[in-house]
């Protein structure tokens, strides 16, 4: 965050307008506001559960969008106009990308590499724990990314360090780059129908100054809670 605001400080130098008119939601704004808090209770209750929460989610957002669309028939086709098929196809594509390694056993080499993390020095694990995974988020989206680290810690027993390292590279690197997050693809298309365009570039550059110091600042506290 600070890092992010110093960053940005010449933007937010500005004057804020404070005659803003308020907006009163719609009952499928209201809906769709008590959908998001409902979703987020039973996702912390599945979690706790060990239940899977893909599913989990699906069906709390089938339950949402045909409550919202039993007030308002014209939902159903706002949505499929306003859907980002291509990321669908993306997010597919990601999918057989990780299947496909599965297959070659390319993860096998993957899960031997971070068995061996266990025999370094702490701050050099930690290090290529969170640094690698970050980087390759980057490279190939954190969502394949995710699903190979997440399988490639299955058989590591006894080594929450590195496994907490991962998992922070694997949250925090995607803020680099604006190919890192598939969040960041959604938000970014979002933005390009309001009219405001966020080149490559400047995504970058500012991800330079915010996730490397952010990334670092979390491995060095997980050093220091596991000692």
Known sequence: YVMLALASRKNLAGPLATDVEGVALKPSGRITLIGIVATAVVLVVASTLGAPLGVTTCICGAIVFAAISAGDRGTMRDVAVSISWSVLLLVAGLFVL???????????????????????????????AGG??????????????GLIAGSSVTSLHG??????????????????????????????????????????????RTGMLVMPPALLLALESILVTMR
Do not use: C, Y
Not at 102 to 110: F, I
Not at 132 to 145: D, G
């Open 98 to 128: 990780v299947a496909g390694m599965d297959k070659t056993g390319l993860l096998d080499v993957t899960r031997q590499a971070v068995e061996g993390l266990s025999q370094w020095p702490p701050w050099a694990a930690m290090l290529a």
């Open 159 to 204: 080594h929450d360090a590195v496994r907490s390292a991962i998992a922070v590279g694997i949250d925090l690197g995607p803020n680099l780059s604006v190919t890192g997050s598939l969040a960041t693809v959604l938000w970014l298309i979002a933005l390009r129908r309001e009219g405001i365009a966020v080149d490559a570039w400047t995504f970058l």
């Open 132 to 145: 690698v995974p970050a980087l390759a988020a980057n490279a190939m989206n954190n969502l394949p990314a």
